[in-house]
């Protein structure tokens, strides 16, 4: 009897292997249908650009800058946009990073707007000072966000995207 035992689950070990493995394998499937979440400027907010004053932690002066993005669930199951990893541009210059951990729960084709801070030192970018000058006599600046996105998607895994472009726009000094 230990023999029968014994070659039945010689038989069965690799058709057991081969039913994970395509298991596995169909679950990578649904993962590469997940789609990323979507990002644009949202309509009725203004995005702006504050300038902050040189002060003994910033003897170059900086800026705060508040992009408002509409986020898009397009997928047909809800997840949670988990992080955020942003580079953000100013007139084709690197102006900023910033890192957002969100735990943002999306629904099937949900919208939803976010606002996203980011903080800018002079010190450490000294090609935006034409920019800069020019945001300070009230003119405005073209913007480029780009960004890597996580989700957790329960059981279909934690998928990331990108890096992408999140969106692009205008800026303007708020005073």
Partial sequence: MGRCVFAAARLAFPALVVVGLSACASLEGLRALIQAPQFSQAEGQRNEIRLAPIQSGRPAGGATVRIWTTVTNPNPFGFTLSTLKTD????????????????????????????????????????????????????????????TVGIDAGRFGTPSFGPMRLTTGQLQVIR
Avoid: K, M, W
Avoid at 116 to 136: H, M, Q
């Fill in 88 to 147: 953000l541009s100013l007139e084709g210059n690197h102006a900023a990073s910033g890192e957002f951990p969100l735990g943002l729960p999306l629904t099937a084709g949900q919208q939803t707007i976010v606002p996203l801070d980011l903080s800018i030192s002079f010190a450490d970018v000294p090609a935006l000072s034409r920019t800069i000058g020019r945001l300070a006599v009230g003119g405005t600046a073209a913007y480029q966000l780009d960004g």
